[in-house]
């Protein structure tokens, strides 16, 4: 995965995470707060072991938005699952159970992929950390596959994004309708196309917290040498018509001739050869390479050999692989997106069903994930590896978006990422009970989708800098040290607290993301301090704002703790004769030139009474 950014002259790095609720509210233009706010109380319930969650839910009614599983004492979406599978494993005699997950390396995978993945793997972990019973989970890379078209956008072993320029889709383009495991790397730096995808891919779901020892991967193109799918390339050709019959009612314009498998071309090394003949007992097929239209739109060329091959130089059809798959690893369980539940699920699960003769995993289906409000796509330039958004946000805080229901559409509004950092850090401090929350069934829930998004819980809560303030400071601190002292001054850490090694880490993590957010998607969250006043703003501020601003730099020359100070600045508008807001915008306009800002008492703080005195003065 990519090497974390730096914060400007903080020599720390960061891993990286992410969400976003509905609401949009500019980063800087939060509202300021009434004085002497009280402090949420703690919970007066304790915390009980892990999945308390599920004491709490067998005493409630059954909830709203429930999942399609019945309610089995737990809500949380993935408990309902695990205990269907569980429950059904038994009855089937199994001891074991497959969660299972797959992607075609057609280039890196986005974040929107990930859902498979990561909606896996925490069923998995409900299966095994709740239920205790043996599960494993295994993602396939369907290598095999044949290119379609040549991606705007490459990712190299680290995660950097190249763009293709013309000669390198040239270049590429020659090896349309070839499966991804015979074409080379464009980077040079692994075997082949789908070795170095697959990579990427493998990199950036063990970055977001998936244990290594807890995932298996598997090549397709090595199942089919290793002679895996046999048993059902022979099921296809002896009952040949049977399987023509059963893709009927889900693909268009199903031939006489039509056979669910392709061949590899001994000649253009194209798999789009159509099979004319085979042999069972030799276990070879005849072809001949015609034009091919993948999915239906990507047209790709024959070059016209007619040649005999072996089933392990070929493939199966995706409509009839998939279950195959199912079939080979004992497949309990996968989570798909929309786009396969109206499409080759339906057809997989009559195919397991009646061809194949086997019953097929239960599943999970999502919704499609936005990114700002619109749906990924490369010709928008809003698509995103799960790489780049660990480089703004911690791997917990990432995951946090997965934990959620799927049966409504999700927005990543990434230019106010802070709304997905502050719901995660509400959710950990109501784990923790730092926080309120009175409702038992949403504080039930709300453990288990903090729990499921932990790599490892924590027994107590990390040190969480508050994501927009640490967005600030990281602008203006010249190195850790000079950061950790900002913090002190704005009170996100207290004076007297002594940071641990792994405390510090933390800030250091989190003001490195804070600032990369900054630079890629919310720059106009940058700040500069007017240390020398512009004449155009103090041209712009009233004679009562401006005697406001001269008091407020008076009061400063004192000294003063941070509630003090944002005491005072309702008293300092009153004496002066205007409003609140009126006032805030006056200060924001003379020390960063902008009609609002972070909150002004903390920001105060930590840039230094004395500097800003120093600007005030000016006006």
Known sequence: MPAPKKVA???????????????KTAVHARAEPKPSRAEAKPMKKPIEGLF???????????????????????????????????????????????????????????IGN????????????????????????????????????????????????????????DKLSGYLGHPYHRIPDP???????????????????????????????????????????????????????????????????VKKDYVPFNAICGQCGKITAKITGWDLKK????????????????????????????????????????????????????????????????????????FYGFEPPVTHIYEFLMIDGAKMAA??????????????????????????????????????????????????????????????????????????CMPILPKAPPLRIDYQFASLVAQFAVDLDHAVAMLRKSGHIKPDKHLTPEELSQVARRLSLAKNWVDRFATENKIKINDTLPQEIKGDLKKEERFALVALGKLLHEKITQEELHNSFYRIAQDSGIEPRDFYRAAYLAIIGKESGPRLAPFIMALGTERVRRILEQV
């Open 283 to 354: 276990k070879t097929v005849k072809y001949a390479c015609e034009m091919k239209a993948l999915a239906g739109k990507y047209v790709v060329q024959g070059c016209g050999k007619q040649g005999e091959a072996p089933w392990s130089e070929g493939k199966i059809a995706w409509r009839f692989e998939w279950p195959a798959q199912w079939q080979i690893f004992g497949v309990d369980f996968e989570a798909f997106g929309k786009e396969h539940a109206e499409g080759s699920w339906p057809s997989g699960r009559a195919i397991a069903k009646e």
């Open 187 to 253: 980077f040079d730096c692994c075997r082949t196309w789908a070795e170095h995808f697959s990579k990427v891919w493998e990199d950036g779901i063990i970055a977001c917290g998936v244990r290594e020892a807890d995932i298996k991967f598997v090549s397709n193109d090595t199942l089919y040498r290793e002679g895996k799918f046999d048993h059902h390339i022979r099921m296809i050709f002896e009952h040949v018509d049977r399987a023509r019959k059963a893709i009927a009612p889900f693909q268009k314009n």
């Open 52 to 110: 308390w969650a599920d004491r709490q839910a067998n005493k409630a009614s059954k909830s709203e938005g429930r999942s399609e599983h019945s309610e089995r004492g737990s809500l949380f979406w993935a408990d309902q699952i695990a205990a269907q599978l569980v429950e059904r494993a038994k009855k089937a005699g199994k001891h074991e159970m497959m969660v299972k997950a797959g992607a075609s390396p057609s280039g890196a995978k986005h």
């Open 379 to 452: 010709s928008k330039g809003n698509v995103y590896i799960p790489q780049e958004m660990l480089e703004i946000l911690e791997p917990e805080v990432f995951m946090y978006l997965y934990t959620k229901r799927s049966k409504k559409e999700r927005n990543l509004d990434l230019k106010n990422i802070h709304l997905l950092v502050n719901d995660f850090e509400l959710a950990e401090k109501k784990y923790f009970g730092i926080a309120k929350e009175e409702n038992e069934k949403e504080l039930a829930q709300l453990r288990r989708e903090y729990e499921s």
């Open 114 to 169: 990930l859902f498979d993945v990561i909606k896996a793997y925490i069923v998995y972990k409900a299966v095994r950390d709740k239920h205790k019973f043996p599960v494993k989970f295994v993602l396939t890379h369907d290598d095999r596959d044949p290119m379609r078209s040549v991606p705007r956008s490459l990712y190299s072993r680290t995660g950097q994004r190249i763009a293709v320029d013309a000669a390198m889709r």
């Open 9 to 23: 002259g903080i020599g720390r790095t960061a891993p990286k995470k992410a969400k976003a609720p509905k609401r």
